[in-house]
Structure formats: structure tokens, C-alpha cells
């Protein structure tokens, strides 16, 4: 399984970037996807989650009521959509196929990553 994460860019506060993560060589429509992102010395934490069907989405307190995320089965494709951001949102930003709903905020539950994308917010 190949998962290969793209749209991250600089953006001043406020503005808003889509992330997108295409998945390959696997099976994406039946697994929970999800979100991570790692800041500045800071531990990679868990930002949204969404599962196979797409109508239960999950989000960081962090984020919610500004990011949105969205899959596409068809395209094999995970989305997410961040609006109103803030430099604390600053961080690489990675994809992840995960296993369990149970423990969708939890980075163990998920067994394939993408190489991540750089989101950089200035104020």
C-alpha cells in the first residue's frame, strides 16, 4: 500500500489549504482513514479520521468547526479540507490507513503512512 500525500504549501492566517491523499497498491474503501500532523518539536498528533463509509468523521479538538475531512472511494482518495488556519496549525502533515474505529485518534491503530506535506502557516 502506497499512500501519497499532497497540497500543503505556504498560507497566511486565516487562509485555507486541501490536503489530498491518494492511495495505491491496496484496499482503501474499507479502511478507516486518517489525519496526523507533526509541528516543530513538537510528538505527531492525531487531527481527523474518517471512516470507510465517510459518514463518521472524527476530529482533533484542535480543529474542529475549521478542517473537514472526505474520502472518495472511487479515487481511492482522502481530503482534507482546512479552512480559517492558524500558525499553531504549522506542521508536516501525514496520511494514514488505519484498523480500528476504536482507537481512531491512537497512531498505533494505523499501519500504512504517507510521506507527509509541509503546511505552513504565517501570521
Known amino acids: 500500500v502506497q499512500l501519497q500525500a499532497s497540497g500543503g504549501g505556504l498560507v497566511q492566517a486565516g487562509g485555507s489549504l486541501r490536503l489530498s491523499c491518494a492511495a495505491s497498491?491496496?484496499?482503501?474503501?474499507?479502511?478507516?482513514m486518517g489525519w496526523f500532523r507533526q509541528g516543530p518539536g513538537q510528538e505527531r498528533e492525531f487531527v481527523s479520521a474518517?471512516?470507510?463509509?465517510?459518514?463518521?468523521?472524527y476530529y482533533a479538538d484542535s480543529v474542529k468547526g475549521r478542517f473537514t475531512i472526505s474520502r472518495d472511494n472511487a479515487e481511492n482518495t482522502v481530503y482534507l479540507q482546512m479552512n480559517s488556519l492558524k500558525p499553531e496549525d504549522t506542521a508536516v502533515y501525514y496520511c494514514a490507513r488505519g484498523t480500528s474505529v476504536l482507537t481512531y485518534s491512537d497512531s498505533r491503530t494505523y499501519d500504512y503512512w504517507g510521506q507527509g506535506t509541509l503546511v505552513t502557516v504565517s501570521s
Open positions: 497498491g491496496g484496499t482503501f474503501r474499507t479502511y478507516l
Open positions: 474518517v471512516r470507510w463509509s465517510g459518514t463518521n468523521t
